[in-house]
């Protein structure tokens, strides 16, 4: 707690609002608070119904193609700031909300730093790129790094990321100008596999293939530059927007991601799995048997908790819920105290957070006994963990 001045002491009469203000925002930190989500449901033109599996209710007749699980807009159904926005939730104490490590991540801004989604592309998503952090301050954004983690897909599904080898970016530039989506013939076409994870850096170009559906995590960043839309117009025969000149300013060609081989870390209860790390955002799988419990630390950033399967009870105290299938809580960080959560029948869930790459990633990976360079790919391509591991290994 801050240290409160002789100065400021309060009396019957007098009673100075800062010492107040200060003394209430601690007593809100020092015990864990959860927000129960509402999803916003987004149409788009490659989406279907998919997300219907999740428990979501959809609108008739309405393709749609997102949940946007956390972002400032998205509302708070139950829980702490039960009402309001995620992005009230922050206003109100910005440093104590986001925590050191979230704040470095969004450069300052008081703004959720995870963009969590459920995505359903019943059809190809326009192949697109973003932009980094330092290319996108002209736009008064920041970048998007993001990820995949694949939750189910049609036979033959693809994941479309990066350029084939020996493929330029003039050559493939030439091919998106004609906007018929034959420049995907120059990518690189993936499996789609449940299961399958991918780091996808800022200046990577990409597609989702049609017939996935990914939990995709990212920066909090809605700048992104289309580049082909696979010959899609609107009813009127209109292509969408296109943005091939600033979106070929910002690609890198030579970027090609691989999937992520994932860790398994210790655990009391059920299993945990590392799937991806870096300075922005780290993602776990967590499985918990039918009747068991397992305890999550309040953590120094907000943690997104996203349940699969099965249905669980939430508990850090001061706030409690239930999530069944689809639902979806933020956990914000706390000064301590732990948050449990007990299964109702098996249950599995995604963790998502900004972590500390050393004493959250590197250590409990270590642990394991996974080496180095496993522990370097669940960053790959992306050397954030590799600088890391360099540190950890440095004399003091």
């Given at each position: 707690?801050?240290?409160?001045?002789p100065s400021e002491y309060w009396s019957l009469y007098a009673i100075p609002v800062s010492p107040l203000v200060r003394i209430s925002k601690w007593m809100e930190r020092a015990v864990p608070k959860i927000s129960i989500v509402s999803p916003r449901l987004d149409a788009k033109p490659w989406g279907g119904r998919r997300l219907e599996r999740y428990g979501f209710s959809l609108p008739e007749a309405t393709?749609?193609?997102?949940?946007?699980?956390?972002?400032?807009?998205?509302?708070i159904g139950s829980g702490f700031g039960a009402g309001g926005t995620?992005?009230?939730?922050?206003?109100?104490?910005?440093?104590?909300r986001l925590g050191t490590l979230a704040s470095i991540a969004v450069s300052g801004r008081h703004i959720f730093p995870l963009l969590v989604k459920l995505i359903d592309a019943s059809e190809n998503l326009s192949i697109q790129v973003h932009p980094n952090d330092g290319e996108a301050v002209g736009l008064d954004r920041l970048g998007k790094t993001e990820a995949w983690h694949v939750l189910a897909a049609d036979p033959g599904a693809k994941l479309f990321v990066g350029l084939q080898p020996g493929v330029t970016l003039e050559t493939f530039a030439a091919a998106a100008r004609k906007l018929d989506g034959s420049s995907a013939s120059l990518m690189r076409a993936l499996d789609a596999e449940p299961g399958t994870t991918l780091l996808i850096p800022a200046g990577t170009?990409?597609?989702?293939?049609?017939?996935?559906?990914?939990?995709?995590?990212?920066?909090?960043?809605?700048?992104t530059f289309r580049l082909d839309d696979w010959g899609r117009v609107?009813?009127?025969?209109?292509?969408?927007?296109?943005h091939v000149d600033q979106g070929f300013g910002v690609a890198h060609g030579d970027v090609r991601p691989e999937p992520i081989s994932s860790i398994r870390l210790s655990s009391d209860v059920g299993e945990r799995l590392l799937l991806v790390a870096c300075r922005y955002f780290a993602l776990e799988r967590l499985?918990?048997?039918?009747?068991?419990?397992?305890?999550?630390?309040s953590g120094l950033s907000p943690q997104v908790l996203t349940v699969l399967s099965g249905n669980v009870a939430i508990d850090g105290g001061a706030t409690s819920g239930s999530l069944a299938a689809g639902h979806s809580a933020v956990i914000w960080p706390s000064d301590s105290g732990t948050v449990r959560i007990a299964a109702d029948g098996e249950i599995v869930?995604?963790?998502?957070?900004?972590?500390?790459?050393?004493?959250e990633v590197i250590e409990p990976a270590r642990l394991t006994g996974s080496s180095d360079s496993a522990i370097a790919g669940l960053g790959a391509p992306l050397l954030d963990l590799q600088h890391a591991l360099h540190r950890s290994s440095s004399p003091a």
């Open positions: 707690m801050d240290r409160i001045r393709a749609i193609g997102e949940a946007v699980v956390t972002a400032d807009d998205v509302e995620i992005g009230d939730v922050i206003a109100d104490d910005p440093s104590g170009i990409h597609a989702l293939g049609a017939g996935v559906m990914v939990y995709e995590i990212q920066q909090p960043s809605d700048v609107d009813a009127e025969g209109r292509p969408r927007e296109m499985t918990v048997p039918a009747g068991m419990a397992l305890e999550l630390a869930a995604l963790r998502s957070w900004v972590p500390d790459l050393h004493a």
